[in-house]
């Protein structure tokens, strides 16, 4: 089956009770036994009909083993990180979402899990990191937010494997109708299913893909036992949302390559950042593993205008955190979601106060670009 037809019906393509067509919302916390340990479901943080359909349609269309569904992104990236123990390492690249790189440096640190930070296209650095030993884990999003850098996923995965370290892949720029990392050597897909999975701003969520049973053994035990599970409701928010990835994705990567080519030409932009721009470093890599650029877009304001005065000026596109929902949104990084990473850090790999960050929307993509054109007229510095 194509990947637009798994989609629409998944692994659990009806409810087997009912005949529903659309997986029912089990909102229940418990089941009833029909005796001493006869069960299908036991509690609903161990296991619910409606998250496991959708642990299910994630695993497929990522091509893993397992699928697990939690709380947040967040949620599900600190599973995955409850793996690691005292002492070891994790490698992660120079700019990745704010949030990744708090919980690593902030939460995880409490417990004596490292982090080394590499470039995320410098093979050679990652080598060399992965020659002195002790690293457990590679994490790699690609493309990067807010810098869009492109990793070859393949490279990392053999040059990890080789070392015996994991490879972690954020997928949430792309989604699985995009780009599959297992394909390319990755051993765990996480995404923030806030996003492009969900992709109508109305949920949080996250969720984990493994490539092989033993990791999901171990994370599953960890959601099991740690609790960040998703809950019914949003379990079902979620397999509707997979049900028109499809479509989305398509006119996300058509409007983004015409708002690209409208920002080329615009004297208030001084920088793009897309991987969909020829003459970007990661343009090759992207066109192999991925089948697409996606709806993000990342540029830096030129000196004669104001970003602020720029974001505020803007009226289809709505200024606030988050990204890959149908609505154009566009955000500041170094003072919102990125804003959790030290400014040096910031300044040194480009995540600059002039750096905005666009998740282009699926609506008619002259209206996105007659609001940008606008939003720059108005925000022309005297
Ligand atoms: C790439 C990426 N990964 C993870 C997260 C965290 O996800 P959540 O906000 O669902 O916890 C985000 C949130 O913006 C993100 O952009």
């Not at 990661?282 to 991925?290: C, K």
């Amino acid at each position: 089956m194509k990947i637009e037809s798994m989609l629409v019906h998944g692994p659990v393509d009806k409810d087997e009770a009912t005949g529903a067509v659309n997986i029912p919302i089990y909102q229940t916390s418990t089941y009833a036994q029909q005796g001493l340990g006869v069960f299908k479901y036991e509690y609903s943080r161990t296991g619910n009909p409606t998250r496991e359909a959708l642990e299910k349609a994630i695993a497929s269309l990522e091509g893993g083993y397992g699928g697990l569904a939690f709380a947040s992104g967040m949620a599900a990236t600190t599973a995955v990180l409850s793996m690691f123990r005292a002492g070891e390492r994790i490698i992660i690249p120079d700019n990745l979402y704010g949030g990744t790189f708090r919980v690593l440096d902030k939460v995880f640190s409490h417990f004596d899990l490292k982090y080394t930070i590499v470039a995320p296209d410098d093979i050679a650095q990652l080598k060399t990191e992965l020659e002195k030993g002790g690293v457990s884990a590679v994490f790699i999003e690609t493309p990067t937010n807010p810098l869009m850098d492109v990793t070859d996923i393949r490279l990392v995965a053999d040059a990890a494997h080789e070392k015996d370290a994991l490879v972690i892949v954020d997928n949430t720029f792309m989604s699985p109708y995009l780009q599959r990392p297992i394909e390319y050597g990755a051993d765990i897909v996480v995404h923030s299913a806030t996003k492009y999975i969900g992709g109508h701003s109305n949920t949080v969520a996250g969720l984990v893909v493994t490539k092989t049973k033993e990791l999901w053994d171990r994370i599953q035990f960890i959601q099991n036992s740690t609790g960040g599970v998703l809950g019914p409701f949003d379990s079902f928010m979620l397999l509707t949302g997979l049900k028109t990835l499809a479509v989305r994705m398509d006119r996300h990567n058509e409007n983004a390559a015409k708002v690209f080519d409208y920002l080329k030409g615009e004297p208030a932009v001084t920088k793009i950042y897309y991987t969909g721009d020829p003459a970007s470093k990661g343009y090759e890599i992207q066109n192999r593993q991925a089948a697409g650029h996606g709806g993000m877009i990342s540029f830096v304001v030129a000196d004669g205008y104001d970003h602020k005065a720029f974001v505020e000026s803007l009226k289809l596109i709505t200024l606030g955190e988050s990204l890959g929902g149908v609505e154009s949104l566009i955000c500041h990084p170094a003072t919102m979601t990125h804003a959790a990473i030290p400014k040096e850090i910031r300044d040194r790999v480009g995540i600059t106060d002039t750096l905005l960050r666009l998740s282009v929307g699926i609506e008619n993509a002259d209206d996105i670009i007659n609001d940008l054109k606008e939003a720059f007229a108005k925000a022309k510095k005297s």
